[in-house]
């Protein structure tokens, strides 16, 4: 089965920007299957960011839009997340998750372990 590793995370200012990426270990799996980022702070449900199906269909939660945003690299098996305009609420833990399929539903079978952002005002 194919296994997810986000990394990228850190500890910056509001206004700054991160790049998180998530790299599958199964060649292919990222252009071909639906892939997404969540995020989840305690005590709290988490949360989808974004997410990119097989036809490179594009969605967003509206926190993120014109903020965030979600791209593939085929050729190194890796999702990405470009997060820019950071604010003290996007402090989270964020995972990156996938499908089985190339259309995004609703369950999400495989997720990494997280990478942690934390955004000081």
């Known amino acids: 089965q194919v296994q997810l590793v986000e990394s990228g995370g850190g500890s910056v200012q509001a206004g700054e920007s991160l790049r998180l990426s998530c790299a599958a270990s199964k060649s292919s799996y990222s252009s071909g299957n639906c892939m997404g980022w969540f995020r989840h702070v305690p005590g709290k449900e988490r949360e989808g960011v974004a997410s990119?199906?097989?036809?490179?269909?594009?969605t967003y939660a509206d926190s993120v839009k014109g903020r965030f945003t979600i791209s593939k690299a085929d050729a190194k098996n890796t999702l990405y997340l470009e997060m820019n305009s950071l604010k003290p609420e996007d402090t989270a833990m964020y995972y990156c998750?996938?499908?089985?399929?190339?259309?995004?539903?609703?369950?999400?079978?495989?997720w990494g372990p997280g990478t942690r952002v934390t955004v000081s005002s």
């Open positions: 990119i199906d097989g036809s490179g269909s594009i």
């Open positions: 998750a996938a499908q089985f399929t190339s259309i995004c539903f609703n369950k999400y079978p495989i």
